[in-house]
């Protein structure tokens, strides 16, 4: 059975920085596409950062990209998302997903699920 469990959400200041964290309960990480999304109340689950199998390859949504990397380490079976320059924009409850394509924006292509972390910008 699939378990990922993030940690490291927060409160923070505009501005500041954040690093979420990962667990993952797979037997088979090291073959799998992990990635982060985000929902902020009212919207839509979005996209954030996807990182391939080997950590080689990362895909970031354009309103984070050289803001925030996405990485990972098989051996410890963890991701992170390292979140710098935070924005009020940026408040959403953060998840932590896997599946096959690190390269997809799309929700329906992470199989796996965790339950989230809240991050919340202040302004």
């Known amino acids: 059975q699939v378990q990922l469990v993030e940690s490291g959400g927060g409160l923070v200041q505009a501005g500041g920085s954040l690093r979420l964290s990962c667990a993952a309960s797979?037997?088979?990480?090291?073959?799998?596409?992990m990635g982060w999304f985000r929902q902020a109340p009212g919207k839509e689950r979005e996209f954030v950062a996807g990182?391939?199998?080997?950590?080689?390859?990362?895909n970031y949504a354009d309103s984070v990209k050289g803001r925030f990397t996405i990485s990972r380490d098989n051996a410890k079976k963890t991701v992170s998302l390292q979140m710098n320059s935070l924005k009020p924009e940026d408040t959403a409850v953060y998840y932590c997903?896997?599946?096959?394509?690190?390269?997809?924006?799309?929700?329906?292509?992470?199989?796996?699920w965790g339950q989230g972390t809240l991050v919340t910008v202040s302004s």
């Open positions: 797979i037997r088979t990480f090291r073959s799998v596409a």
């Open positions: 997903a896997a599946g096959s394509n690190y390269n997809s924006d799309a929700p329906a292509d992470f199989g796996s």
């Open positions: 990182i391939n199998w080997s950590g080689v390859s990362t």
